[in-house]
T-cell receptor, first 109, second 115 residues
Framework: GNSVTQMEGPVTLSEEAFLTINCTYTATGYPSLFWYVQYPGEGLQLLLKATKADDKGSNKGFEATYRKETTSFHLEKGSVQVSDSAVYFCAGNDYKLSFGAGTTVTVRA | DAGVTQSPTHLIKTRGQQVTLRCSPKSGHDTVSWYQQALGQGPQFIFQYYEEEERQRGNFPDRFSGHQFPNYSSELNVNALLLGDSALYLC??????????????FGPGTRLTVL
């Protein structure tokens, strides 16, 4: 079956620092890939997605590119803010979502 | 347009009891998936319902069962509760016709505590 391996945290950054969270997937085919974010006390929200190789998803300054050759979907943001503090989940979709373990990101002012 | 709603928000049960959790999908969605999220972990897929039938199932015992109603809402039932069933239970809705590219929208979850 499909599986997702995600860089585990926690990650602590200063405001305006560069953020990258690594994610790789194992699948029999090429599933759609997603990044979800979970803010404290809230449910999961879709951050961005890519449905095929070389697609780049982007939202709120975050970006991730679907790399078929490395089976990766790393999340990046060039300048983080305190409001980006949350848990980030990478997921692959083959009709059901397979999630990574989550990465807790804390941004200090 | 209401998103995915779940009830109750919180629930406390004792070992051996049974529990029913409820979910109403986002308007226009016909598929409901359930996930279990233990503290500090990623969500784990339990099962998925479409056209009132279980279409896929994750690695969960038969104590976990579900149902989908004609209006697309869904219930998750857990029998003979164990301490290890304590978790956040998430419901997600989507459109079956979108296939594997579908975006799943999540509800706020039901926090189940088993004592």
């Amino acid at each position: 079956g499909n599986s997702v391996t995600q860089m585990e945290g926690p990650v602590t950054l200063s405001e305006e620092a560069f953020l990258t969270i690594n994610c790789t997937y194992t699948a029999t085919g090429y599933p759609s890939l997603f990044w979800y974010v979970q803010y404290p006390g809230e449910g999961l929200q879709l951050l961005l997605k890519a449905t095929k190789a070389d697609d780049k998803g982007s939202n709120k300054g975050f970006e991730a590119t679907y790399r078929k050759e490395t089976t990766s979907f790393h999340l990046e943001k060039g300048s983080v803010q305190v409001s980006d503090s949350a848990v980030y989940f990478c997921a692959g979709n083959d009709y059901k979502l397979s999630f990574g373990a989550g990465t807790t990101v804390t941004v200090r002012a | 347009d209401a998103g995915v709603t779940q009830s109750p928000t919180h629930l406390i049960k004792t070992r051996g009891q049974q529990v029913t959790l409820r979910c109403s999908p986002k308007s226009g969605h016909d598929t409901v998936s359930w996930y279990q999220q233990a503290l500090g972990q990623g969500p784990q897929f339990i099962f998925q319902y479409y056209e009132e039938e279980e279409r896929q199932r994750g690695n969960f015992p038969d104590r976990f069962s579900g149902h989908q109603f004609p209006n697309y809402s869904s219930e998750l039932n857990v029998n003979a509760l164990l301490l290890g069933d304590s978790a956040l239970y998430l419901c997600a809705s989507s459109q079956w016709a979108s296939g594997s590219n579908n975006e799943q929208f999540f509800g706020p979850g039901t926090r189940l505590t088993v004592l």
